[in-house]
Structures are given as C-alpha cells and as structure tokens.
C-alpha cells in the first residue's frame, strides 16, 4: 500500500503508518510542491531560512534548483547584502537578473563560464579560484593560498597575491595588464561578503530536507518544532510564530486539554497538533510530576470525571498559581464551566482547611452529583459538636466556611469569559491567544476581510478593510527616492485568523496616523493590495468600537 501525494511523491504506508525515510540521497530534488512552498516564502522553520529576511528573499528570488537554493543562502549573508555596487545591493543585483529585469552581463567573456550560474556575480569562494586558474593560470597550491586569504580576510596576503595576479594573467594572455587589475579588484571586495560554495550548497540540502517535510507532513512538521521550541531563548515568541505560520496552512494548533494529559507537545489523532501540559507557563516537568502522583493517589479518573470532582480531588495538590495557569490556559475547558467561574471556585475552594478538605474529598466520592457548594453546605449541616472527629474543628471556621459558600452563590460579578480577558491570559500562559482573539470583542462590521483571508488572495476594487490588532510597528527613514529622509511604517498585525507581518504605511499616510497608532490597539486597516509584492497598502486607519 502506498500513499500518493498531488505532486507525485509516493510514500510506502505500513501498519497505517507513512514510511518516511528523509535521506537527501533519496529524496526527490524536484517536487514541484516543496519548490512552490519556499518561492512563496512559506519558509518558518526552514533551516537557514526562517528569519523575516529569509522568508523575503527566497519569495523574490523563488529558488528552484538546490543550487539556486545554494544562492539564495549564500546572498542572504550579511556582507553580500552590504556590498554595494552602483547603487544597490548584491543581492539584489542578483535577484534582478535572475528575473530579467536588468540585463547578465560579464567584464569578459573568460568570465562567462564561472559566473554564468550566479548571473554574472561573483558569490563563492570557489568561483574566485576558478578564476584565478582560468585568466590568471593559478596551480592548485596558489589557488589554495588564495582560498585562505580570501577566507581569513587576510589582507596583508591578499596584497601580494594581487602583484602574483596581475603579472601571471599578462604572461598568460587571457586578458589585458588593467583587466586583470579590474578582475583581481572584485576578488579583493568579494573577501568581504562571498561564501564557501560547499557549505552554501550542504546548507541547501538540509534546507531543501526541512521544506520537503513541511510540505508533506505538516502536522507532523509543526509538531515536532513547537515541543522543540521550548528550548530557544526567547520560547514564547517562536511559538506564536510557529502557530500563526501553522494557521497560513490551515493547521489549528489546539491548546492544552487535561483529559489528554499530554507532557509535551503531541499530534493528537493524527491532525491535532496540541500543547503539552509542561508548556503552559508556571506549568514544568516537577508539577506535572507531581499532578500524577495526585491523579493516582485520589483515584481521579479524568475521562469521566467532572469540574467538581476534579477541583475537590486535585485543588491540593500543586499551588494556586499552577492550577491558576491551567484554568486560564484553556487547559480545563474539557470540563465545559466558564474560566473564570473555575478561578473563583479554586479560589474559595483553596480558603478551607487542611483538616476540611479531606472530609470534602470523602464526601463528593460518596455524593457525585453535588457541585463545590452543595458539598461545603453539607460540610456545615453535618458538623457535630460533640464528636471529635467533625469536620469543621473550631467554632471561629463556621462563620468562615458560611462565607465561602455565600461567596459561591453570589461572587459579586458576573462569571463569564470575555474575549479580549481569555485572549490575553492565553497569550501570558501559552504564548499566543488560541481559542480567540482580542479583535472578537470589537464591532468588526466594517471589515470585509480577515488577514487568513488576505494571505488567501482576497482583493477587492472598493478596498480592502481588515480589523486587527497592531502587534509590532517598524519606523524606517527612506534612504533614496523623492521620499528620501521621510519615515515610512512596517506593520504586522493579526486578528485570530494569522498574522500579517507584509503591512505597509508609507510616509503620507504614517506621518497623518502614527501619533493614533500604537501596538496592541485594535483599529480599523483601510488600504489595498500590491500586485506586484503582495504587501499590503495602508491607506487610511480608522477607530472601531468595543462592545464590551
């Protein structure tokens, strides 16, 4: 048996499992799926391609090949980016001739051979040394040393190996005396920025191998990397990311569940990406230890058991802030009661007694359908005086637990889970906000579009109005043009469905709005699509309405 995918990759299936060998020897090279993913710039979690930069690039160069892969990598670096040659980067010198927009062109055609693959720019190492050989008459040992300079940056070498350049070209012929001095020029600037072409292309595959994988187990891809996650240095951020890229290829990464009791990050039936219990925050491995013991200790059967039986038989077990974080993390939505009615039954729960709760616990075992005040009711109807062994010890405790259980009838407020409240404990205790998001609790009428939707390929010739949260605002000072010393806005904003970090404000438009825009306001994004980059253009902002 064999599982067939639409681009034409067949992978063998056995004991209802997909037999997934990730040899690079083996793969296919050409899987037009995988090609299509990293030329969109769907590249999060691609080995040296997951930055916002690499993500950028590899949409405007859309790479094909691994060894357009291999350039892609390679002109990313931070020297090719820098060099600049009549007016713009090498990168870009790169990207515009890859797609025709300026013409390949070569100082002389000795060069054609070398430079053909990279449009005619010097990238590598190598392609230096193959220079060196071919206009210059370079051996194998002189090549070498040339390698080395150009690798440490050693100038004082490269100095003499110029002299040893220029004299060996002229005694060859290949090119004039001032053309080897122009050749050997961009050798010296190359030392600045190229790349070891051998790595570049080892990069490649495992970039290439990483893609593949996302392309065709996503699920599994996305699992793997958020329980990996946890390990970076800044773990919340990367699993926003993550799960925001998740939601582009319509994956729902689901929250915590208790009945699932998950440690870590796992794939539920096969589609469900879900957190781990340890990856809620305040929740790591000792209080997931220690919830175990618990769960077996009291004989809590989590597939059938209640709120009530749950709170009663595990509130003592880990600290308020732990069981808290559970609560607000979604973690206990399994038992379909409000969060914060949960809250403030753990709350009052947690103000009985040492010696109280074990009477409780016995209690709710022998009495299953009584809630949390029905059972601490019984507590002081059934309080003997005369007997020792009564449940509430010292007198002062009545009046105390009576107050608990007219705190359980009238908490004072209302228990009920506004949106914007759940969306910003799950992005305190989970990283980012799952089960909704704060824009829900806005008039959102306006709109006719949501950012899930733009990524899509919504446009519309009225415009196009997304309501959404502004998470982060980038100013940048335009450095050329008839803008030039004018500041400009980057913006990325979401709205429960992904995030948009392609939003654009140029400086008419920021110099009007910046002082009413701010991050973590939800407003209303007026503007349209740009054909050509698929940004999108602010054209106005306008407030809109919390119905809270």
Known sequence: MAKLFKCGCKFEVRDDHIVYDPNIETLPLNCE?????????????IFQLESQLGRSKAEQVKPRSIEELSDLIAIIRPGCMEAIVDGKSLTQHYIDRKHGIDPVEYFHDALKPILSSTYGILVYQEQALLIARDV???????????????????????????????????????????QAKEIFSWI????????NKSHSVSYAYNSYLT???????????????????????????????LINNARLMNIDVQPPNIKKMNKYFTLINGKLPTFGITEIKGVGGSVYDKMMLCLE?????????????????????????????????????????????????????????????????????????????????????ENDWSDRKRPIFRRDRVEVVASIVDSLKNPGYELVDLPGWKARKEEHYLGVALTCARVDEYDTSRANCTCKEYVDGFNSQKGIRIA?????????????????????????????????????????????????????????????????????????????????
């Open 33 to 45: 799926h995988t090609w299509d993913m990293i030329s969109a710039g769907n590249t999060k979690g």
């Open 136 to 178: 210059a008459g370079f051996n194998l040992q002189e090549a070498d040393i040339l390698r080395k300079a150009i690798g440490k940056k050693n100038v004082s070498l490269m100095a003499d190996l110029r002299q040893q350049f220029i004299q060996k070209a002229s005694d060859k012929g290949t090119v004039t005396k001032e």
């Open 188 to 195: 010296e600037k190359s030392q600045r920025y190229s790349f």
């Open 211 to 241: 893609a593949y994988t996302k392309a065709h187990f996503p699920h599994e891809f996305f699992t793997s990397y958020l329980k990996n996650s946890i390990g970076k240095p800044d773990a919340y951020l990367e699993i926003e990311e």
């Open 297 to 381: 200790k009291n004989k809590i059967d989590l597939k059938t058991c209640d709120w009530d039986m749950f709170l009663i038989g595990f509130g003592p077990c880990i600290k308020v802030d732990a069981f808290e974080a559970l609560i607000l993390s979604g973690a206990l939505d399994c038992f379909k009661v409000s969060r914060s009615k949960m809250n403030h039954e753990l709350k009052m729960f947690r103000e009985l007694s040492k010696r109280e709760i074990p009477w409780l616990q016995s209690y709710k075992q022998n009495h299953i359908d009584h809630n949390l005040t029905q059972c601490i009711q019984a507590m002081i109807d």
């Open 468 to 548: 959404a949260q502004i998470d982060y605002i980038r100013e940048w000072k335009i450095k050329k043009g008839n803008s030039k010393g004018q500041k400009m806005a980057f913006i990325t904003a979401s709205d429960g469905t992904c995030s948009l970090d392609n939003i654009t404000m140029f400086s008419d438009e920021w110099t009007k709005y910046q002082k009413d825009l701010t991050e973590g306001q939800i407003v209303l994004l007026i503007g349209n699509r740009d054909i050509k980059r698929g940004s999108f253009i602010i054209k106005s902002i306008s407030k809109i309405k919390n119905l809270v």
